[in-house]
């Protein structure tokens, strides 16, 4: 099991950037496969990035390809969203969660996410 | 892009209902369908993971069942602690998952 925790939300204007970061511990976050799910208020849950164990392969969410960019620095075993452009609709708590392999890829591990909110 | 839905959208159920939840994805996603709980203020939690198998740690109340485009989630016993958001999630097309719209479980 991998514990997660997530920092940087916060109130930001529309057309603004902000960097969320997620800190892994208790296992070798290296081998993990990871993503990030929001969740806009009162809302469902929604697919944004998905980023391999080794940082080599990554996917977007049509909705924020191109303004939202998903890295990840194994040696400090944090997981990162780097989000520009940003729009009110983008408003949601972030999740990053761990991807693992049970018959099928599942979210097993989430964090308690971190609220972003774009605003004027 | 595989497209999920869920219904119904809410329902009220008494404790010891047995509670039955239905997701249809707009393709065959053979099995590849996980459940998830989402309890207010709290992060999802995997519940079924490949249309039937029971995570870890997860009471046997719970069961999933399903394949192709049609699954479902049932609670064959309800309990306080089970009233909450359930949301299946599809791993076919992986890594560009979806999500279904939810399903909301109060209390009667």
């Known amino acids: 099991e991998v514990q997660l925790v997530e920092s940087g939300g916060g109130l930001v204007q529309p057309g603004g950037s902000l960097r969320l970061s997620c800190a892994a511990s208790g296992v070798t976050f290296r081998s993990y496969e990871m993503s990030w799910v929001r969740q806009a208020p009162g809302k469902g849950l929604e697919w944004v990035s998905y980023?391999?164990?080794?940082?080599?392969?990554?996917f977007y969410a049509d909705s924020v390809k191109g303004r939202f960019t998903i890295s990840r620095d194994n040696v400090k075993n944090s997981l990162y969203l780097q989000m520009s452009s940003l729009r009110a609709e983008d408003t949601a708590v972030y999740y990053c969660?761990?991807?693992?392999?049970?018959?099928?890829?599942?979210?097993?591990?989430w964090g308690q996410g971190t609220l972003v909110t774009v605003s004027s | 892009d595989i497209q999920m839905t869920q219904s119904p959208s809410s329902l009220s159920a008494s404790v010891g209902d047995r509670v039955t939840i239905t997701c249809r994805a707009s393709?065959?996603?053979?099995?590849?369908l996980n459940w998830y709980q989402q309890k207010p203020g709290k992060a999802p939690k995997l519940l079924i993971y490949a249309a039937s198998s029971l995570q870890s740690g997860v009471p046997s109340r719970f069961s999933g069942s399903g394949s192709e485009t049609d699954f479902t989630l049932t609670i064959s016993s309800l309990q306080p602690e089970d009233f909450a958001t359930y949301y299946c999630?599809?791993?076919?097309?992986?890594?560009?998952?979806?999500f279904g719209p939810g399903t909301k479980v109060d209390i009667k």
């Open positions: 999630q599809q791993s076919f097309s992986t890594p560009l998952f979806t």
């Open positions: 969660a761990s991807v693992q392999t049970k018959a099928v890829l599942v979210f097993d591990d």
């Open positions: 980023i391999s164990s080794s940082g080599s392969s990554i």
């Open positions: 393709q065959s996603i053979s099995t590849n």
